[in-house]
């Protein structure tokens, strides 16, 4: 009896980043993703982002698809202090960080003081073992993500190939 199930998956071995900048707060709330595709030109084309309606997320892209102290600061003016200034009031806010580059910046820092949220700075080294959030919700994720390729590569019979138009639809419904 033969499986239906995929063994093997060819690629191209072209591969790209895109990083995912993920937040939540402590009353549960997501706030949107913000997902940096790799782009020579750092500008977002159109096609990559054709089908995405009304959704709430964050698009940047990088030349090497990873954050930069400028989408950084485009991240916290655009995407947390918008999505939790009206819950704070006049309350100042907490945002931790785990250190990366992006994030501890003088530029970065100055921002977040003037917009009232205080900045916590993770030790080096140290989110695998005391963020929740990557045994709670990116390891879930990761799988979820893994299964939506199969999926697709499945019902294509494995003629689909990944490109940056597919790749939110995937996340999406993961």
């Known amino acids: 009896m033969k499986s239906s ?5 060819a690629t191209d071995g072209s591969r790209e980043f895109i990083s995912l900048l993920a937040c939540i707060s402590a009353t549960g709330t997501a ?7 790799e782009g020579k030109s750092n500008d977002l084309q159109s096609s990559w982002l054709d089908e995405i309606g009304n959704d709430s997320v964050y698009f940047a892209a990088s030349e090497n698809g ?7 600061l485009n991240w916290l003016e655009k995407v947390f ?10 309350s100042r806010r907490l945002l931790i960080v785990d250190g990366h580059s992006s994030h501890v910046n ?3 820092l100055k921002l977040a003081d003037r917009m009232r949220i205080i900045i916590g700075i993770m030790p080096p080294h140290s989110t695998h073992r005391v963020q929740p959030l990557d045994i709670g919700m990116f390891g879930p994720l ?8 199969n999926q697709l590569q499945h019902s294509s019979l494995g003629l689909v190939s990944m490109t940056k138009r597919l790749f939110y639809l995937l996340f999406r419904d993961s």
Do not use: V
């Open 5 to 9: 199930r995929i063994t093997k998956a």
């Open 31 to 37: 706030l949107p993703p913000a997902l940096i595709y």
């Open 106 to 108: 003088m530029a970065f």
């Open 142 to 149: 990761s799988i979820a993500y893994t299964n939506q390729l």
């Open 81 to 90: 202090d918008p999505a939790t200034k009206a819950k704070a009031k006049r």
């Open 66 to 72: 990873w954050s930069c102290n400028a989408l950084g």
